[in-house]
């Protein structure tokens, strides 16, 4: 199957206060390296938002999360002033008790959402991570990075909220 480039989903799985979370450390030329971030990844040939989550929970955790109960939280617009671009749809997802396998892209580790913002993670994720927390209601959010990977722009649901 083919990847659709620039068009990923992106899941953070839920147990009790804490947030199953990905510390890529594995793989090479990672725009991620070193991050912490949820399970996710890009889409594959007709696969629908929702198809591929639960595709990329299953392959990175082990959970076979059922459809239905994968909550559609967020729409996120990445942009990067280096030519990228990314469209992703963002989820949440009551995880099962039982621990997840290990992942080949990096660490999976439960963190209590309360420290969350102590990892090391991309400025604009401390954002939806944020509004994750504060509202159930659906977002959108386009995210603008420089050349050096520096948030440079916020806009939630069309309003300006960072900008420097």
């Not at 729409?75 to 621990?99: C, N, R």
Request: glycine content about 6%; proline content about 2%.
């Amino acid at each position: 199957m083919a990847r659709r480039e620039g068009i990923t989903t992106l899941c953070y799985l839920e147990r009790g206060d804490e947030y199953l979370m990905l510390h890529r450390v594995s793989k090479k030329n990672d725009i991620n390296k070193d991050k912490w971030i949820g399970v996710g990844g890009h889409l594959e040939d007709d696969e629908s938002p929702e198809e591929c989550i639960k595709r990329e929970i299953y392959e990175e955790t082990g959970y076979d999360i059922p459809l239905e109960d994968l909550e559609f939280r967020a729409i996120i617009t990445f942009v990067s002033q280096k030519g990228d671009y990314e469209l992703m749809s963002l989820f949440t997802a009551k995880a099962p008790d039982t621990e997840p396998k290990d992942c080949d892209e990096g660490k999976l580790e439960w963190v209590k959402k309360e420290n969350i913002y102590d990892l090391n993670l991309w400025e604009g994720d401390k954002i939806f991570l944020r509004k994750l927390s504060e509202s159930r209601d659906f977002f959108s959010l386009k995210l603008v990075y420089d050349t050096k990977d520096n948030l440079i722009e916020a806009v939630l649901n069309g309003k300006n909220i960072f900008d420097c």
